[in-house]
T-cell receptor
Framework: DAKTTQPNSMESNEEEPVHLPCNHSTISGTDYIHWYRQLPSQGPEYVIHGLTSNVNNRMASLAIAEDRKSSTLILHRATLRDAAVYYCIRSNTGNQFYFGTGTSLTVIP | DTGVSQNPRHKITKRGQNVTFRCDPISEHNRLYWYRQTLGQGPEFLTYFQNEAQLEKSRLLSDRFSAERPKGSFSTLEIQRTEQGDSAMYLC?????????????FGSGTQLSVL
């Protein structure tokens, strides 16, 4: 039970920002929001995670809605290497990481 | 940090045969996970270990599947009497213990094809 909802696919032009949305309307107060991405023929790769506040790292930014029922992964400048399937996941103590079907991101040169 | 290592990368077997996969996690990680992924789907949780203890198993893990993690280091996943429906990518991941906020580090997986 993934408990998150994402669009099946999105497209972006190279070097433009990308906003990948995720809905998690039944999130509990202790659930973290994680994002992973998976390149073809590879295992998933950690991107970013957060609890309540917006988070930034070298790969991306995570914007979490004030009510925490949705979040957005932001890639500031898409490159061809960012073409992947992006998974939004809820997790907390004792819960496992349940992946949904994710969003397949296509980057157009 | 050499990452999570999985062997073999590919396995082709005939229906009814037994197969075993190995996962070597990052050395200081005490949690180890197994996932299965079929084409077009996200990874599905199978089971996880904390040190040598197997703490949770998914309903997906039928009695033909068994996983072990002796001494809390590497892990093996065995599938007995393989079926064509077992064909999938089997992924292993490890993490250190920071519940909820832990990061999973995945291996590149073992691709199983059952003929």
């Amino acid at each position: 039970d993934a408990k998150t909802t994402q669009p099946n696919s999105m497209e972006s032009n190279e070097e433009e920002p990308v906003h990948l949305p995720c809905n998690h309307s039944t999130i509990s107060g202790t659930d973290y929001i994680h994002w992973y991405r998976q390149l073809p023929s590879q295992g998933p790769e950690y991107v970013i995670h957060g609890l309540t506040s917006n988070v930034n790292n070298r790969m991306a930014s995570l914007a979490i809605a004030e009510d925490r029922k949705s979040s957005t992964l932001i890639l500031h400048r898409a490159t061809l290497r960012d073409a992947a399937v992006y998974y939004c996941i809820r997790s907390n103590t004792g819960n496992q990481f349940y992946f949904g079907t994710g969003t397949s991101l296509t980057v157009i040169p | 940090d050499t990452g999570v290592s999985q062997n073999p990368r590919h396995k082709i077997t005939k229906r009814g045969q037994n197969v075993t996969f190995r996962c070597d996690p990052i050395s200081e990680h005490n949690r180890l996970y197994w996932y299965r992924q079929t084409l077009g789907q996200g990874p599905e949780f199978l089971t996880y270990f904390q040190n040598e203890a197997q703490l949770e198993k998914s309903r997906l893990l039928s009695d033909r599947f068994s996983a072990e993690r002796p001494k809390g280091s590497f892990s093996t996943l065995e599938i007995q009497r393989t079926e064509q429906g077992d064909s999938a990518m089997y992924l292993c991941a490890s993490s250190s213990r920071h519940p909820g906020s832990e990061k999973l580090f995945f291996g590149s997986g073992t691709q199983l094809s059952v003929l």
